[in-house]
C-alpha cells in the first residue's frame, strides 16, 4: 500500500516563501517521476512543476525563476520551494508520483497568498 503526502502549505504575504514537501510512504522499489498540480478555487487543475528521477526538471511559465523543484530520493521526498510568491499563486497543491507500482496523487496541501 502506498501513500503520498503533501505538507507545508500556509497563510503567506505576497513577497513571502513556502516550501512545500510530498512524502511517499509504503511498499515500493523506488520513486519516479514526480509533478506538482495546483487547483484554484473554480479553475482546472493546472501542472506546476516536475521532476525526473535523475533531477531534470520541468516548470509551468508562470512560475519559473520563483519555484524550484527538488528531491532527496533516499527520504522519498520532493519538495517546491516557492519564493516571491504572488496572490495568483493560491491553489490546493498536489504532489503526483511515479512508481512503478502506478501513478499516485496526494490529498493537497493548501497555499494562500494575501495582497
Known amino acids: 500500500q502506498v501513500q503520498v503526502v503533501e505538507s507545508g502549505g500556509g497563510f503567506m504575504q505576497a513577497g513571502g516563501s513556502l516550501r512545500l514537501s510530498c512524502a511517499a510512504s509504503?511498499?515500493?522499489?523506488?520513486?519516479?517521476?514526480v509533478g506538482w498540480y495546483r487547483q484554484a478555487p473554480g479553475k482546472q487543475r493546472e501542472f506546476v512543476a516536475f521532476?525526473?528521477?535523475?533531477?531534470?526538471?520541468n516548470y509551468t511559465d508562470s512560475v519559473k525563476g520563483r519555484f524550484t523543484i527538488s528531491r532527496d530520493n533516499a527520504k522519498n521526498t520532493v519538495y517546491l520551494q516557492m519564493n516571491s510568491l504572488k496572490p495568483e499563486d493560491t491553489a490546493v497543491y498536489y504532489c503526483?508520483?511515479?512508481?512503478?507500482?502506478?501513478?499516485?496523487w496526494g490529498q493537497g496541501t493548501q497555499v494562500t497568498v494575501s495582497s
Open positions: 509504503g511498499t515500493f522499489f523506488r520513486i519516479n517521476d
Open positions: 521532476i525526473t528521477r535523475a533531477g531534470s526538471t
Open positions: 503526483n508520483a511515479v512508481l512503478g507500482s502506478g501513478n499516485f
